[in-house]
């Protein structure tokens, strides 16, 4: 079998044991398991029926809508993990480059005019800018002062939340709007829908370009090696003159792009105004992508695709069903788990030990 | 003069109050990191310690009709019980299966939210909190005597002098028994030998298994006693997320405090005094977005200046002739 195949298989089988197990789970306090899971593994599904003039029509378009909208906002936060996880950098910070990646291109879109070729490539920039500089506040404070990156990224995460929260309230807010939130972003800054009845814009072709984009740096470029190296054994990427410091920093930074490009995708495609209670959370999600792919640019759209379609599934298990959405974070929770285990199916050596610990070596 | 002490004394007891979940999950945090495990998942400890510790006091009733004192005590059980076992899931992932500790850490605090929420839902119907439930809180600890004592009194029995929760002189006597428990006797002596060298622990004949199986549960079960205090003492209702980053200050205090019981109390002591400062600036009319910051700064700021006084030590001593160069090269490793 090709590796490829086997890739494909192992994030099968760990997809296949996640859902057997909260299977159990849903069975030990639901009275209608099965509904549940139908609705969970299917509900997400467009539906084809015939209708009374006997031609075909397509219901439930928002539903696949809502997919392709998650998918791509996970493409970008899986991307945004996938980065400083090839560095070994455990940076949890994803959630809080998003708040501010949003922040930034809303606040441009409302400040500067013009036609839509200069502002959406504005706003775009400015969210892309503001994720890249709030990653590089815990890529130095790792390189320079050695603060363990998970610890500072989740404090990070509860700063950037705040300062979203503050700006909303005191500078953003549109007192017409009858709750806390932004004016509505004018017309030209936002993204054209490409499907009827959903918010699916051209982002669903720039999410690919961009895990092309990605895999090309980690891939075909110096700081690409750097990082990798560094991410399998960092004593031997110092010995071997990559510049530590330097490759840490970045490769949270760079991270932090891809978030800050979800960031605008929520602002000016899928919200198109920025509610001050807006969910953190998205930044675990993007763990799990990353490692569904396998931290493998290419493969995280995909990975995407399936978290998105579960996601949506489960919202429809909520409102059909006696089980909760909650559902999907056990199976989240059991997917990290299986996938992160060693031991489990093929071996896995992107986040093996430098020394792994070794059962009976006496 | 009399009212500001007394101002002191409460804040004093609000501190003490503020440190003890953060003191609890960091002495486990200690245990395990020690042991050579870094342990992500106080967070999630601490929260399935606080759903079942709520959960099964309220039901106690139900199960022992009567016996009004022993409900909070079950609870309490229960909620250690849980937290335990999912220290224990972590361990076996670790351990046995080959699972990256940080990574099966992120995925049991995952697995911690949403069993909490997805059982919160299928028990009570409600989303958010157990406020329809009747629960219980661990029983207070009341000093005699000192009431009569102005200031003393609220120091020592808090505001209103009902006493402090038991759980919060818990959290103190927990960290010299972890502090007897690592430096005084053999068992402490040996995991420690594991977390320094796995190799050489193995080769003078300790199983590094066994004790990183200890360090691991032991976290658990000091984590959950935070979560306890969480929803039995300083609340006594289970919210979705109440924990709400404490596991995550916890590791920080392990870090901060030097890897070090007293270093950790100091650590514990200050993350709380800054949540107590937080809330006093809130009252007065500083936005509550700017209060919710102080923390997790006061976090950061507390981890660089550690890491210079530390390195300021390092150069010191290579001056000094006892160390070499090389110990800067830590940063890399």
Redesign the interface.
């Known amino acids: 079998m090709t590796v490829l195949g086997r890739e494909i298989l192992r994030a099968m089988l760990v997809l296949a044991a996640a859902l057997a197990v909260g299977f159990i ?1 849903t069975a030990l ?2 009275h209608e398991p099965l509904k549940a899971y139908r609705a969970l593994l299917t509900g997400a599904l467009p539906e084809f029926a015939r209708g009374a003039d006997g031609g075909w029509a397509v219901r439930r378009v928002t539903r696949m809508g809502a997919v392709l909208e998650e998918a791509i906002t996970l493409t970008f936060v899986g991307l945004a993990v996938a980065i400083p996880f090839q560095a070994r950098q ?1 940076s ?1 910070g994803a959630d809080g480059q998003v708040f501010l990646g949003a922040l930034a291109a809303a606040a441009v879109s409302l400040a500067i005019g013009g036609p839509p070729f200069v502002v959406i490539p504005a706003a775009c920039l400015a969210a892309m800018t503001a994720g890249f500089l709030w990653g590089l506040v815990p890529g130095l ?1 790792k ?1 320079r ?4 990156e ?3 990224t ?3 995460n ?2 950037a939340v ?2 979203y ?2 700006v909303i ?2 500078l953003m807010n549109d007192p017409a709007a009858g709750f806390l939130t932004t004016p509505a972003l004018p017309l030209p800054s936002v993204l054209q829908v490409m499907i009827a009845r959903t918010n699916v814009t051209a982002m669903l072709l720039w999410a690919p370009v961009a895990a092309f984009a990605a895999w090309l740096l980690m891939r075909r470029t110096t700081l690409g090696f750097e990082i990798r190296l560094m991410g399998e054994n ?2 031997f ?2 010995r071997a003159g990559v510049p ?1 410091i330097r490759t840490t920093v970045l490769s949270i930074a760079l991270g932090g792009v891809f978030a800050g490009l979800a960031g605008f995708h929520i602002s000016n495609a899928l919200l198109k105004r920025l509610p001050v209670d807006l969910n953190p959370g998205i930044g ?1 999600s993007g ?1 799990v992508v990353a ?1 569904i792919a396998r931290n493998n640019p290419l493969a995280v759209p995909f990975a995407a695709l399936a978290y998105a379609y579960l996601q949506v599934g489960a919202q429809v298990m909520e409102r059909t069903s006696d089980v ?1 959405r ?5 199976l ?6 299986f ?6 199916g093929p071996r896995l050596h992107a ?3 430098t020394r ?2 070794r ?1 009976r ?2 | 003069m009399t009212a500001d002490l007394l101002f002191v004394a409460t804040l004093v007891g609000a501190t003490l109050r503020a440190s003890t979940p953060l003191l609890f999950a960091a002495l486990g945090g200690l245990v395990s990191e020690l042991a050579g495990s870094i342990n ?1 998942a106080l967070e999630g400890m601490m929260l399935i310690a606080a759903f079942f510790g709520v959960i099964a006091s309220a039901f106690a009733p139900h199960w022992l009709p009567g016996a009004p004192g022993l409900y909070p005590w079950i609870g309490c059980a229960a909620g250690l019980t849980a937290a335990i076992a999912l220290a224990g899931l972590l361990a076996v ?1 670790h351990l ?5 500790l ?3 850490g ?6 911690a ?3 909490t ?3 919160l ?2 028990i009570t119907g409600d ?1 958010g909190s157990t406020a329809g439930l009747a629960s219980f809180a661990m029983p207070r600890l009341h000093m005699p005597l000192v009431d009569a004592v102005p200031v003393l009194g609220v120091l020592v029995n808090g505001d209103g002098l009902a006493g402090q929760n038991i759980l919060v002189y818990g959290a103190f006597a927990a960290a010299g028994l972890v502090r007897f428990l690592l430096y005084r006797t053999a068992f402490g002596l040996h995991l420690r030998a594991v977390g320094e060298s ?2 050489a622990a ?2 003078a004949g300790i199983s ?2 066994k004790m990183r199986y200890a360090g691991l549960l032991s976290s658990g079960l000091l984590a959950g006693f935070g979560g306890i205090f969480l929803a039995m003492g300083y609340l006594t209702l289970f919210q979705t997320d109440m924990v709400a ?1 404490r596991g ?1 200050l916890a ?2 205090a392990v ?1 901060l405090g030097a890897r070090r019981p007293a270093g950790i109390l100091a650590a514990a002591l200050l993350f709380g005094a800054s949540q107590v400062f937080a809330a006093q600036l809130g009252l007065y009319a500083v ?1 509550s ?2 209060v ?2 102080v ?3 006061v ?2 700021a507390a ?2 200046l550690f ?2 006084r530390r390195r300021r030590a390092e150069r010191r001593r290579v001056e000094a002739g006892v160390a070499t160069i090389f110990a800067h ?5």
Do not use: C, H, W, Y
Request: charged share 15%; hydrophobic share 65%; no cysteine.
């Open positions: 789970v306090v639901s455990f949890i404070l390189a002062f050695d603060a363990n998970i610890v500072t989740l404090m990070l509860i700063v705040q300062i929260r503050l309230m005191d960092p004593l990427a110092a530590i675990f763990i490692l909760s909650e559902m999907v974070l056990i989240q929770a059991l997917i990290v788990l996938v992160a285990s060693d031991r489990f986040f093996r030990r792994p610990f059962r070596a006496a | 992500i992932f046995e299966l080959g699972a990256d940080i990574l099966a992120i995925g049991i605090n995952i697995l939210q949403g069993l929420m997805f059982l839902m299928a989303k796995s190799d193995l080769s590094v298994r980053g995550f590791l920080a870090f936005p977005q700017v919710f910051m923390p997790p700064l976090t950061i981890l660089v890491s210079l090269s830590r940063i890399i490793e």
